[in-house]
Structure formats: structure tokens, C-alpha cells
């Protein structure tokens, strides 16, 4: 029997989310793991997904399943559940990573995501148990290597890697590119679901289900389109797209779009059907944005009448009340956009576009008339935050009363260009991955020229009490979803997150 060619690891985020994790946070599947999967799969390699999320195994466990397996290549795909959660996503990864070779000095250890793709050589200087990164999103330098004997001359001539050499020495070869849109389809065809548990172990967050847990499974991902074209301070999902390793550059001199054939995509939609599955994240940054793509998949799934409970992504001033009824029609009821800052001057100092331009109101009103939730994201510590300006973000935000609201802080995520902007000005880093977790206990966000990371984040703790346990919220609530979702806030609100930097 042919020895298996690679075993992809999803590694559990779990401890990431405190108490959270136990019922309100999501179980997402790993979606890089499935396009990986598949394109190695395509390739003519034999490949299996584990996802520690779902199977919860303990180290002995884990261990002895690797032994069982024996595969070539052992690929921990740090994503997170987005790809800004990349590296705090990496302390579940390193520490699954550690028992394998504790046990088997011989297995092959390989890692991708943004993270690695961010800090490459540092990352393998940090984990001598790591052998192998891949510097960007990896299926060309992946394929590539599975195509080799796996040996230190082989690997020296691998584009899109750092490895160890045989003497320990690090190497960084020359960049790999990125599969183009003309070949998405050919190259990197979709999501090995089939190869993942099933997706009924898979539970969307608690809000997506309008707050009713017994909808919340099964659930899938599904990415129909990657990257985005804008370059946002805070954010660095674009590194995932690195072609360049000059260590100065970041996820904003790497912002392509690049989108599946819609015709394409239905198809992976179809496949999620047949299983059941009504809830689905649309993961893609950018999703409402070129309307021959969007639309155009609304329309094959209207045709289909699969009555999916859809959530998306999408940037403030890309939505336009044209696109609404076909969005609604298609079964989008979550629309989760970026409003970031309450203050204009904020905003327009950390986005690039014409964000700054956009009547943050209207277009929310717009949204909730089309009988379309809204998930609204808000970020405190942007920029030149003040008081005031973390105020008047947390005052937007109990001004629109959206069904939901997402609440991060500000965080200097490796591969972005606050990052960098962090590291000039002589701010305090992250030391920890559990660091770099928006709802971890050991959370550390960036500072501002007026605000320190505990002030920031003791802010933003008392903004996600106050908007969540607001009257007018739960008003709100119970009128659209009824007295479980009151319930299920309720508990939720109980749960007060203990954060070390605040002397928890």
C-alpha cells in the first residue's frame, strides 16, 4: 500500500475563547485545509484532514493517530476562523506540533498560513520542531514538495519555502507565486469536504442562527473568492498573496482579488446541499463587490431555492441598495460589514478607499429595510483613538442597534501594516501567540498616541456589556427572534471575560 503523501492538520483554536468556547463560539471548518486538500489531491497525492477542533484528541491520542497514519508530510494550516486569527490560532498549532515530534523526531513538520507567511524566518527560529513554512498560501511550493523526495537538495530548489537544513541553518528560497484567476478552478478546485468531519460536528455562531442553538449545525464555510484590493492599516489577510520576501512589506503591497467562476462555486453549494446544510458562511473578504461575480451566484442559488441561511462579509461603501433584494432573495439574512470607527478622522487615517465618504447610517438603514440582518464589526485602538473617539464609536453602535456587533480591539497583527508601524515606533509586541487573541485571557492590544493597550481593552469590554445588555438591543431582539434569543444573550452576558493585563 502506497505510504499516505500528507496529513493536514487543522489545530484547535479553542482555549483562545475563555468560557465562550463551550457555547457561543463557532466550530468552523478549516477551509484552507480543504482547498489544500484538494489541490494536492487533484495533484495525484493521497491526503487525509484531521481537525483537532472536532475530535478533541488528548496528546497520547494525538500522537499515536500520526503514528498510525505515518504520512510524509504532516501540514498544520493555522488559519483561525479568519485569517487575522492566523497567529493567535499558532499556539494551539505549536503546541500540537511539539508532541508530534517529541514522539517522532523523524515526521516532517510543515506549517502555512498567514502567520508563517508573515514572519517566516523567525517563526522557524522560534520552533525548532517546525521544518518547514511556506510562505504564502502555498499550493505551487506544497505541490512542489510532495513532488520531491523531501531532501535537503531538494528542498533548496523548492520556490515558496524556508526550511532547516540538515545542520539546523535556515533558508528562505525565492518566492512562489500565487495561483492566478485564470487558474483557480484548474489549480486549487474548491473545498475537500469529503475529507472533513461531518459538517453536522460544525456549528455556526450563536447569532447567525438568530441566536437559537438548536439551528446551528450543520454548518460549512466556503470561500468564493480571495483576498481584497484595499489596504487597511489593521488588517493583514492579504499575506496570505506574499510574492516578495522582503521582510518591510506587508498584507497592503499584496491586495489582489481573485474570484471562483460562479458557475463553479454552485457546484461546491450544490455538494453542501445534499448534506443538509442550510447554514453557510461566505468567508470571503470582499464578497459584495464585482457584481458579475455575486450576483450572478445569487441568481443560481435562487434558481435553486436551497433556503440557505447565508452570511457575508462586506465593506460599507461596496453595498448599494440595488444589490439588496437579489442578496435577501438568495438567502443572505446576515450582512456583516466594517464600520470600524465612529469618528470620520479615525477612520479615514487606517482605510484606503472612499470609506470616509459614506453615510455609515443610511446605509445600514438601507440593509435592515431590505429585511437583511446586520452584524456590525467595530474596531477601539485605531489610529490616533482617544476617549472621546472610542466613545463615539461604542455611541454609533447603540445609536444603529444592529442584531449584532462584533467588537475587537485594535492589534498590531504580524503581516499588517500596523504591524510594522508598531515595531518603528518602539511599541510593546505581543511576547505570547495567546497575545494576540481578541477574547484570550492573555489578550495584549496596540497601543494608540493617547491610550494604552489596558485602557483600550478595558473600553472595549465595558462597550460589549453595555451594547449587549442595552434594553433597547434586547427590545430589539425579542420582537425579531423571540424570547430564546433572549435567553441566549442572557447567558452569553453572564460570561465576563478575565483578561491578565486588567489584574484578572
Known sequence: MKKLDIMIIAPSARNLYQKLANDFSAKEPNIWAGLLANATRKAGFTVVIYDMEIERPNREDFTEIIKEY??????????????????????????????????????????????????????????????????????????????????????????????????????????????????????????????????????????????????????????????????????????????????????????????????????????????????????????????????????????????????????????????????????????????????????????????????????????KEAGINVGANYIFGLGNDNYDSIQETLNLAIELNTENANMYCATALPGSPLYNKAKNLGWDLPSKYEEYGFLSYEHLPSQTKFLSAEEILRFRDYAFHTYFENPRFLKMINEKFGAPAIENITQMTKIRLKRKILGD
Open 70 to 367: 505515518n504520512p510524509r508530510l504532516i501540514l498544520f494550516v493555522v488559519t483561525g476562523q479568519n485569517p487575522n486569527a492566523s497567529t493567535a490560532a499558532m499556539a494551539g498549532a505549536v503546541e500540537s506540533a511539539e508532541w508530534v515530534k517529541e514522539k517522532e523526531p523523524n515526521n516532517l513538520i510543515g506549517f502555512v498560513g498567514p502567520h508563517i507567511n508573515a514572519l517566516p524566518k523567525e517563526t522557524l527560529i522560534a520552533h525548532e520542531f517546525i521544518d518547514i513554512g511556506f510562505t504564502n498560501e502555498g499550493v505551487y511550493a506544497l505541490i512542489d514538495t510532495l513532488s520531491s523526495d523531501l531532501t535537503e537538495g531538494d528542498l533548496k530548489k523548492i520556490n515558496g519555502i524556508c526550511f532547516r537544513d540538515n545542520d539546523g541553518n535556515i533558508h528562505i528560497n525565492k518566492p512562489s507565486g500565487i495561483v492566478p484567476q485564470e487558474k483557480l478552478e484548474d489549480d486549487m478546485p474548491g473545498v475537500a469536504y469529503d475529507l472533513m468531519p461531518s459538517l453536522k460536528e460544525y456549528r455556526t455562531s450563536s447569532w447567525h442562527s438568530n441566536y437559537h442553538d438548536l439551528d446551528r449545525s450543520p454548518f460549512a464555510s466556503i470561500y468564493t473568492s480571495l483576498g481584497c484590493i484595499y489596504q487597511c492599516e489593521f488588517c493583514m489577510i492579504n499575506i496570505i498573496n506574499r510574492t516578495d520576501n522582503d521582510s518591510n512589506l506587508a498584507s497592503a503591497n499584496f491586495n489582489k482579488f481573485r474570484f471562483w467562476d460562479p458557475e463553479f462555486t454552485i457546484k461546491q453549494l450544490d455538494y453542501l446541499a445534499k448534506q443538509g446544510v442550510k447554514q453557510i458562511k461566505i468567508a470571503d473578504e470582499m464578497w459584495v463587490l464585482n457584481p458579475k461575480h455575486f450576483l450572478t451566484l445569487c441568481d443560481l442559488i435562487i434558481e435553486r431555492d436551497y433556503n440557505f441561511n447565508i452570511w457575508a462579509y462586506t465593506r460599507i461603501d461596496t453595498i448599494k441598495e440595488k444589490y439588496l433584494e437579489k442578496l435577501k432573495a438568495a438567502g443572505v439574512n446576515w450582512l456583516a460589514p466594517g464600520i470600524e470607527a465612529g469618528n470620520q478622522l479615525i477612520r479615514r487615517e487606517v482605510t484606503k478607499g472612499k470609506f470616509e465618504d459614506i453615510n455609515i447610517r443610511q446605509v445600514v438603514g438601507m440593509i
